[in-house]
């Protein structure tokens, strides 16, 4: 693995641990003001509903990763080596076609709202649009702003102040999930290709985890005995 791919695998990891941290940290908090305090954590709720948006679409990608998207595999498994290979590269290149088309819609859904421009093009991207209108001034719903991004009143609405955080914070999850699960995709194409796996999703997983938890039993009888 090069040093770039590890780089990204840490990132990735990080922020979907960050992520369900976080997620949980402000549940807590706000079911404590409320039943102890009989208050509330107005901006709690819209919090926790874009972190867990983050985390499945980040959650998405890092499965296509591990081969942990569930697939029904009763064909795939009557067949020889070979056919597998051609039909995990004839999935995967499905998948590939997919989400290239997605990353393609999602910046050009989420550009107008950092000031760029979106992409020409109905299905493929020809070029980037001249006139567009920019949307950096839009802001979600109750999360407040905070201080540590006040330079972003400069760079995306002219100065004016935002009360709560500008839209494109949290919907830039959009492209950069999109562009992880490509990225992701073409790996296993890549796997496939050199023979190191015959299939892009896991099978069975429940039996192999139960099986490996027995024979973790197994040597923990062992080793006290």
Not at 39 to 59: C, D, K, P, Q, R
Not at 170 to 181: A, D, H, N
Not at 187 to 206: C, G, I, L, P, T
Request: proline fraction near 3%; glycine fraction near 4%; charge should be negative.
């Amino acid at each position: 693995m090069s040093d770039q791919s590890r780089l990204i695998d840490v990132i990735e990891e990080k922020l979907i641990v960050i992520i369900l941290g976080a997620m949980t940290l402000i549940t807590f908090a706000n079911v404590v003001a409320r039943y102890a305090f009989n208050a509330n954590i107005l901006w709690a709720l819209e919090l926790t509903v874009f972190l867990f948006a983050w985390l499945v679409l980040l959650g998405a990608s890092y499965a296509v990763k591990k081969g942990a998207h569930l697939g029904v595999d009763m064909l795939i498994n009557a067949l020889p080596r070979d056919a597998r290979r051609l039909m995990a590269l004839f999935a995967v290149a499905i998948c590939i076609a997919f989400f290239f088309l997605m990353s393609k819609g999602s910046w050009d859904y989420w550009a107008n709202f950092a000031n760029l421009p979106a992409t020409e093009g109905r299905w493929f991207p020809l070029g980037f649009e001249e006139k567009y209108r920019d949307k950096g001034w839009y802001e979600v719903n109750d999360i407040p702003m905070v201080g540590v991004l006040a330079w972003m009143e400069t760079v995306f609405n002219e100065g004016e102040a935002y009360e709560k955080i500008p839209r494109l914070l949290p919907y830039i999850v959009l492209p950069l999930s999109m562009f992880l699960m490509l990225y992701r995709f073409c790996q296993a194409a890549w796997a496939v290709w050199n023979s190191e796996v015959d299939r892009v999703v896991a099978s069975h997983e429940v039996e192999e985890e139960l099986q490996d938890m027995q024979q973790d039993r197994q040597q923990d009888d062992g080793e006290k005995a």
